[in-house]
C-alpha cells in the first residue's frame, strides 16, 4: 500500500513559478513510477507529467518546457517545478503511483493523492 500526499499548491500570478511535491510512504518508492495529473472545473481530469523508476520522463504538450518532474528516492518524494505559469494552469494537481509506467500515463495508478489546488490570476 502507498499512501501519497501532495502540497505545494497556491495562488500565484501569471508568470510566475511554484513547486508541488508528493510525499509518499512505504520502502519500495523507488521501484515506482510516478506522475502528476490535474483537473480544472467542469474538465476531465488530464495528464502533466511523469517519471518512471529509471527516471525518465514525459510531458504533456501544454507544460513542455515550462514543468519539470523530478523524484527524490531518498526522501520517498516526486516533486513538479512548474515555472511561466498560465491561468488555463488553474487546477487542482493530484500524483499518482504504480509500478507500472504506462498506467501511470493512462492515469490509471493504483494509487492517488487527495490533491492539491493550484490558481494562477491574470
Known amino acids: 500500500q502507498v499512501r501519497l500526499v501532495e502540497s505545494g499548491g497556491g495562488l500565484v500570478q501569471a508568470g510566475g513559478s511554484l513547486r508541488l511535491s508528493c510525499a509518499a510512504s512505504?520502502?519500495?518508492?523507488?521501484?515506482?513510477?510516478m506522475g502528476w495529473f490535474r483537473q480544472a472545473p467542469g474538465k476531465e481530469r488530464e495528464f502533466v507529467a511523469a517519471?518512471?523508476?529509471?527516471?525518465?520522463?514525459s510531458y504533456a504538450d501544454s507544460v513542455k518546457g515550462r514543468f519539470t518532474i523530478s523524484r527524490d528516492n531518498a526522501k520517498n518524494t516526486v516533486y513538479l517545478q512548474m515555472n511561466s505559469l498560465k491561468p488555463e494552469d488553474t487546477a487542482v494537481y493530484y500524483c499518482?503511483?504504480?509500478?507500472?509506467?504506462?498506467?501511470?500515463?493512462?492515469?490509471?495508478?493504483?494509487?492517488w493523492g487527495q490533491g492539491t489546488q493550484v490558481t494562477v490570476s491574470s
Open positions: 517519471i518512471s523508476w529509471s527516471y525518465s520522463t
Open positions: 499518482a503511483a504504480d509500478r507500472d509506467s504506462s498506467r501511470v500515463r493512462a492515469g490509471r495508478g493504483d494509487y
Open positions: 512505504g520502502r519500495t518508492f523507488s521501484s515506482y513510477a
